[in-house]
């Protein structure tokens, strides 16, 4: 015990975790997506999932993706990058960073530019081209911000909460299983993505 713990989370996987923990709070039945902001000095400033706008009902707004525009969440839903910004507890996030599950938006990608954040770090992409990821894309790149993949960890590495009993476990091995599907990389292009 005199040496310190080896197998512990990197900064990285540390803010993702933080983001995808958050995804749990969404209550889309479809797609959860979290973020993480960090500032300069690697603080957490801000945190947020995709949900509906206070005050206003998850029951009496619907959530489906087809069908009358009206009549599905996208004109209701607020994304998970725009709550993290909206929430964060400091008025100056320039040069921060912000960890997201889900490749930002065109909308999202605006918020962040303006509110100066200065690298974005997401987990996973809807595959193909999508008009929404393509615009975000130039907007970010023409601003200067660095748009980077998650780097995931050589081997596997995976936490598990359990909320029963209040331990947590962060298991690491060696090998990479194939055979263990992972939902995020499969996320898949069939819905019209708008902000
Ligand atoms: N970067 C993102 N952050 C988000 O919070 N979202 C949210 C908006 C919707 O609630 C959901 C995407 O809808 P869909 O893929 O199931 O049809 O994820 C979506 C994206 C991707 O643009
Ligand atoms: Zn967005």
Redesign the pocket.
């Known amino acids: 015990m005199s040496k310190p713990r080896e197998d512990y989370l990197s900064w990285d996987e540390y803010f993702m975790s933080i983001a995808l923990l958050s995804s749990q709070r969404s209550k889309?039945p479809?797609?959860q997506?979290g973020a993480c902001i960090i500032n300069k000095k690697q603080r957490i400033v801000g945190i947020g999932y995709?949900g509906l706008p206070h005050g206003c009902s998850d029951k009496e707004l619907p959530w489906g993706?087809t069908g009358d525009w009206m009549e599905t969440?996208y004109p209701y839903?607020c994304?998970?990058?725009m709550n993290a910004i909206l929430n964060k507890n400091q008025a100056d996030i320039d040069g921060g960073t912000i960890f997201?599950t889900?490749?930002?938006?065109n909308e999202?990608a605006k918020l962040i530019i303006q509110s100066g954040i200065s690298k974005v770090v997401y987990a996973n992409k809807k595959p193909g081209s999508v008009p929404?990821f393509d615009a975000s894309e130039r907007l970010l790149k023409m601003a200067g911000v660095i748009i980077s993949k998650f780097d995931p960890p050589a081997s596997e590495k995976s936490l598990k909460i359990d909320l029963n009993t209040g331990s947590i476990s962060l298991d690491s091995s060696q090998q990479k299983s194939i055979s263990k599907p992972n939902p995020l990389q499969n996320?898949s292009n069939d819905?019209k993505?708008i902000a």
């Open positions: 889309d479809a797609t997506v995709n993706k969440k839903v994304h998970a990058e997201t889900l490749y930002p938006c999202c929404a996320i819905s993505i």
